[in-house]
């Protein structure tokens, strides 16, 4: 029921999204806006000056991806808003921040806004937003809490009524200080990662001791005070946000002469991990993929986003190619962006039976829905030789027994049921 305009400076992406379009892959977001601006309740703008007139909150959602010196969060969008809203404020608002940034970063907004305009009156807020890309849209409507940071009466009681409809559905809504809203933020995110990593070791522990890490996760999951959830084994985790959040963590720890070690390890098992996946698919295929047809399922870092950041695609499709493998590659959304970030020697297919006809392995890194339930016996068909490598364990092992395929899973026994199964038993005997 609230009135928002948004703001960007790139009017490109302003005149899209007027028109109904979104600049990025988000399921259901169009059908929401396009809904919310027939209804005179959404706007989309490049002039700022006009969007805060008569406003009660302002949020400053920009990036702040990794700065040039590779860990820090780089700032200077955040604070290139702060003062273009403190030069054009002329009421009171709270200046609310949704962006991921460093502990001291809303108290510094603060400072900038009272330096530039010091007549204004107006509150800061800390609001980290814990949005997964993908669902969005189901994680902003039925969040497990809203975190906000406030400093004072006036801005604890506006943020209050903007969050009341979550309330009202029985949202908890935690109000705290800056400080400490900003750190959740971190800490959450940097939990989620060392539970992936935690769970990725211990699938590789699994392939030497012959554990099944499936079972494992469940066995674990089950326990209340570990649940269930981000103990999925893979390739290791990607995207815009455990990445860039964990190394900012640590800086922030290095800083103050605090250093959060555990996170520290936690970035190290993963950048080791993401380096790891294409050997896994050279031992695979024997321990040479020279002049192989490797078609690769998937190179999002997660399903349903188009988004290529840090994703272990990005580790294994070039290394293929510098070993003289024949890489192709297929994804629903993503290809167009991984395109421009791997140019060389990769075939990309527009349609997913060009990666699989002839090939002499399938990789699947990234479990896009449509690839989840594929007619094997069609697809053995088609391929050269039926080896196929899951760093998702999207499938089940037993589903591939009778079929006649090599099938290689995160911290599962492999399936060796192809010709080639002796001597690619021995080379994982000897590579464990
Ligand atoms: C993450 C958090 O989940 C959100 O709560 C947070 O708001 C967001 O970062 C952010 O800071 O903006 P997101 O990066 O969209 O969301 O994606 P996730 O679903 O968390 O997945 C991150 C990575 O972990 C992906 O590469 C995914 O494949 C991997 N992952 C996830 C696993 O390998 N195993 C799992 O069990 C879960």
């Known amino acids: ?103 001291g970063t809303n108290l510094e907004i603060q400072r900038i806004i009272s330096e530039i305009n010091p007549d204004l009156e107006f509150d800061i807020a800390s609001n980290p937003e814990f949005l997964r890309e993908g669902n ?78 499936d079972d494992i996760a469940v066995g674990i999951g089950l326990d209340k005070r570990i649940g269930s959830q981000f103990l999925r084994a893979g390739p290791g985790y990607g995207g815009s946000c455990f990445p860039k959040d964990t190394r900012a963590l640590t800086k922030t720890g290095d800083d103050v002469n605090m250093p959060i070690t555990i996170i520290e390890e936690v970035i190290n098992v993963n950048v080791r991990r993401k380096q790891s996946m294409a050997e896994r698919i050279k031992i695979a295929l024997g321990g040479d ?28 499709l070039p290394k293929l190619v510098e070993w003289g493998a024949d890489v192709h590659a297929y994804d629903p959304v993503a290809m167009k962006e991984a395109k421009h970030l791997m140019k060389d020697g990769i075939k990309w297919c527009d349609f997913r039976d060009q990666v699989i006809k002839d090939a002499d392995c399938i990789a699947l890194v990234t479990e896009w829905e449509e690839f989840l339930d594929l007619d094997m016996i069609a697809i053995k068909e088609l391929m050269k030789h039926p080896i196929w490598i899951d760093l998702r364990n999207a499938y089940e092992t037993d589903d591939f027994k009778n079929l006649g395929f090599n099938y290689h899973s995160i911290g599962r026994m492999p399936i060796l049921n192809y010709k080639n199964a002796d001597q690619l038993q021995n080379e994982l005997k000897k590579k464990a």
């Open 1 to 103: 029921g609230h009135y928002v305009t948004c703001v960007d400076k790139d009017p490109a992406k302003i005149d899209m999204l007027n028109n109904g379009e979104i600049p990025i892959y988000e399921p259901g977001l169009s059908k929401l806006v396009r809904k919310n601006k027939s209804l005179k309740r959404l706007d989309f703008t490049t002039n700022l000056k006009e969007a805060i007139k008569e406003t009660e909150a302002i949020f400053i959602a920009v990036g702040t991806p990794t700065a040039a010196d590779g860990v820090s969060a780089d700032l200077s969008a955040v604070y290139a808003v702060a003062r273009e809203i403190a030069e054009h404020l002329d009421h009171y608002a709270v200046i609310v921040t949704k962006s991921t940034v460093p502990i």
């Open 136 to 213: 969005a849209i189901g994680d902003f409507l039925e969040p497990d809490r809203v975190v906000v940071g406030i400093t004072s009466d006036h801005a604890r009681f506006i943020m209050g009524q903007l969050y009341s409809p979550l309330r009202e559905n029985g949202t908890p809504i935690l109000m705290t200080t800056p400080q400490s809203a900003e750190l959740i933020k971190y800490a959450s995110n940097a939990f989620l990662a060392t539970k992936i990593s935690f769970i990725n070791q211990m699938a590789d522990l699994c392939e030497v001791v012959d554990g099944d890490i």
């Open 289 to 316: 993929v020279k002049d192989k047809k490797i078609g690769i399922l998937g190179v999002a870092f997660k399903p349903n986003t188009d988004d290529m950041r840090d994703s272990p695609a990005l580790d294994i």
